[in-house]
């Protein structure tokens, strides 16, 4: 099982929007896929009309057994396990429990038996639970809107992995919410789209996007030939490739 | 991902509304537009795929293996040929039920039929999907009036929202639909309709014998089994759809020749020349194709034992081979479609029709039981005895007719292992069958080297193909060598354990003092 993580320590740039429509095209491509949603706020569960188990919460999560309290999706091969609002404490609890990043993973471990693929999606902080994150998952990708603060956060970022002594090539980044007619998105991209962690594929700021609220699905599945379906599958398809070849690299 | 499915007997169509209506109550329904596709079932002519306990039916490229409890559905897209085997799948491993069939079966059409199928989401108050249901209905394909072969409900639950599934399970109980659907169902109404039953086919042997039954009577039934199962596979034999119609044609009537000459001093000296000169003459014309079959469905362990420098070689080898099967195909189809065959088999068939009392001598027309007894005590003896003249130093005949003493027991076995206890029989075949396989391969590693070897010295000339071929084939025997020796080495071992004092005392209890379970 991979373990991709959308995560970002800025709040707003497209992680629960990447994290839905990454996971739908993920099992549209016939891989078993389990969206886990980390954020207190829920999104994931609401884009995908979910609600969590009414015995479920942070001490279950921390417990393990995740089996049963994950939900299927209306979309075959994709599930959810869906957050509480419980997880706003879950960096305290980790601390608390002394849960390190081999922990972590070893609490997902048992979901490898039934999927492929497990997409954590993140809540905007840097705190315990976010180190344990990047330690325990396969590859961590970011949401990037082009613009300095992003940018700054960006650096915080990779900063972070140094620090954890966390290998740089496990961090891929992308561009998200991006607007041509603005000079600043446009400077910056190309100042940065040539870099190693950055990504080619890119997610425009489209009102499709914004419509999941809407619908409540994934973009794919309400407008399949959209530009902004398109774009989720390409960008899955070049995360899936850069896994595999983290994979091949040995990590 | 786990998921739990229930089907249900459909009984008549006009429940639907109904069914629909008490759902509506407790659940938003999303129904999907009806779909009418033709479908058609496959599975092997042996039924291997049922017998694994599925059903299989494809819709143009699209398969479908079912469980026939109908909780296990797997759906892949794979070959629209008519008789598609497991090498035209392209990525078999994905699908382990295909592998029932091995590399030597295809799939078959067992028969079509129309299939329409409305699909309905059933949500919660969040409009969230919380349980499947399939509703499907199966006609025949031939006319209007085509028969109907019934209904079934499926309902699929959603991981995590079983309490709903629960109330979807009890509102359908309520409704009074049986959960006595099994996926069979349809398929066991197409065939009906069409006179055929489904496992109409086995290549294995089973009689039931009365304990008193006689030599002649027991016989005459073996013989008719036998010669059907020839009938059966002959038009497959000649439409060449896979290698195994050959082997089981071929099968019968080895074992109709080892039933022949086991009685050989029990029948009438001109009842027994005539029958195994007919059988060996059929048999005699389609050796060449059945020894070319083997050959080429040993092509990719033959590929794994060589290094890749000597695969262009052996590709040519083949590549004649492919030719030369080609023609003695031909050969043996004109002779199997000619007045000859059918003359032969009709001649052995009007005999077999007949009493076969007066064919027998005075002495084998008594208990089947006893005078079966008598045969499987004398062929273990036998066995026991050339076995142990065997050495290091004997030639690889002595172990070729060692080979052929165990195929006649293990056949004697097939033809009256009805008057043994089942338990008993198992126990001493399984080792039997061990010295079988060694023997089988020690002899099979034989042959082949001897055909490769003289094949390699046929080669003309010295081009870059025949000499590719030669030192690809020059390789292939070398690792045959090894293997022989392998073999050989393991003989004595195989052999010791099958004639242990275990063994022994099983056998004389199956045939002194079991009293048969018929």
């Not at chain 2, 042996?46 to 819709?59: A, H």
């Not at chain 2, 062929?379 to 003249?389: H, M, P, T, Y």
Request: glycine share 6%.
């Amino acid at each position: 099982m991979k373990i991709i993580a959308l995560y970002s320590s800025k709040g707003g740039v497209g992680k629960t929007a990447a994290a839905v429509n990454l996971a739908y095209a993920s099992a549209c491509r016939g891989m078993n896929t389990l969206l886990c949603d980390l954020d207190s706020q829920g999104a994931a569960g609401y884009y995908y009309r979910i609600r969590p188990k009414s015995k479920f919460n942070r001490k279950k999560f921390l417990q393990g057994n995740l089996e049963s309290y994950i939900r299927g999706t209306d979309f075959r091969r994709l599930d959810l396990l869906p957050a509480h609002f419980s997880f706003r404490n879950l960096d305290l609890a980790l601390d608390r429990q002394n849960i390190d990043g081999k922990a972590f993973r070893k609490l997902l471990k048992p979901l490898g038996d039934e999927y492929d693929i497990l997409i954590l999606d993140c809540p905007p902080n840097m705190t315990r639970l976010s180190e344990n994150i990047i330690r325990a998952a396969d590859l961590v990708v970011t949401p990037l809107i082009p613009t300095t603060l992003s940018v700054l956060a960006f650096a915080q970022l990779v900063k972070l992995f140094d620090k954890l002594e966390v290998k740089r090539s496990k961090l891929c980044c992308f561009f998200s919410m991006t607007e041509r007619r603005k000079i600043m998105h446009v400077d910056t991209i190309t100042r940065f789209r040539k870099k190693k962690s950055f990504l080619r594929r890119m997610i425009p700021y489209l009102a499709d996007i914004e419509k999941m609220g809407i619908h409540r699905k994934p973009v794919a599945a309400t407008a399949p030939r959209s530009r902004a379906a398109e774009a989720y599958n390409r960008l899955w398809l070049e995360i899936y490739h850069r896994s595999e070849k983290y994979d091949r690299n040995g990590g | 991902m786990k998921t739990s499915r229930i089907c249900y007997r459909l009984s008549d169509h006009g429940c639907v509304d109904r069914i629909l209506k008490r759902l509506a109550k407790r659940f938003l329904l999303k129904q999907k537009n009806e779909v009418t596709r033709t479908i058609e079932y496959l599975d092997s002519f042996d039924w291997r795929l049922f017998g694994k306990g599925v059903v299989c039916y494809r819709q143009g490229g699209r398969y479908s293996v079912v469980d026939l409890a109908g909780e296990k559905e797997v759906v892949f897209h794979g070959s629209q040929k008519k008789y598609p085997a497991m090498a035209d799948f392209s990525d078999p491993d994905s699908y382990p039920v295909l592998k029932a069939l091995g590399p030597i079966r295809s799939l078959m059409g067992l028969g079509m039929m129309r299939r329409s199928r409305l699909e309905c989401d059933l949500l919660n108050r969040d409009r969230k999907t919380v349980a499947r249901m399939v509703i499907r209905r199966d006609f025949g394909i031939e006319d209007k009036k085509s028969p109907d072969f019934g209904g079934m409900l499926l309902v699929e639950a959603v991981r995590g929202y079983e309490k709903d599934f629960s109330r979807v399970e009890k509102i359908l109980l309520a409704s009074g639909l049986g959960k006595d659907f099994t996926e069979d169902n349809p398929l066991r109404r197409l065939l009906a309709s069409r006179n055929k039953k489904v496992l109409s086919y086995s290549s294995k042997l089973s009689f039931t014998f009365d304990n008193d039954i006689n030599l002649p009577k027991a016989a005459q039934s073996i013989f008719l089994h036998l010669l059907e199962a020839v009938r059966i596979n002959h038009p497959w034999v000649i439409a060449d759809i896979d290698t195994e119609f050959l082997h089981d044609f071929r099968v019968a009537l080895r074992r109709s020749r080892s039933l022949l000459s086991s009685l050989k001093k029990l029948l009438r000296p001109e009842v027994y020349i005539h029958g195994q000169e007919m059988l060996k003459e059929i048999t005699s014309h389609t050796g060449m194709v059945r020894d070319l079959d083997v050959y080429m469905l040993e092509k990719y362990r033959y590929l794994s034992m060589l290094p890749g420098e000597l695969h262009g070689g052996l590709e040519e080898f083949y590549l004649d081979l492919a030719r030369l099967r080609k023609d003695q195909f031909l050969k043996m189809k004109r002779w199997l479609q000619g007045e000859r065959y059918q003359e032969l088999v009709d001649d052995w068939q009007r005999l077999l029709k007949n009493d076969l009392t007066t064919s027998f001598k005075k002495k084998g027309r008594g208990g089947c039981r006893q005078l079966a007894c008598k045969a499987i005590e004398k062929r273990f003896s036998r066995i026991v005895g050339d076995g142990e003249l065997v050495t290091e130093d004997s030639p690889d005949d002595a172990l070729h007719r060692l080979r052929i003493q165990g195929k006649k027991l293990r056949y004697l076995f097939e033809f009256y292992g009805s008057f043994f206890s089942a338990d008993n029989e198992q126990r001493f075949l399984r080792q039997l069958k061990k010295l079988q396989n060694n023997l089988g391969t020690f002899n099979d590693i034989s042959v082949q080297k001897e055909m490769l070897f003289n094949y390699q010295k046929q080669l003309k000339g010295r081009t870059k193909r025949s000499l590719a071929i030669a030192a690809s084939l020059g390789g292939l025997v070398t690792a045959l060598e090894d293997e022989h020796s392998r073999v050989r080495k393991k003989f004595s071992r195989t052999f010791s354990d099958f004639v242990c004092d275990e063994n022994r005392k099983l056998l004389l209890d199956l045939v002194q003092t079991d009293p048969g379970r018929s």
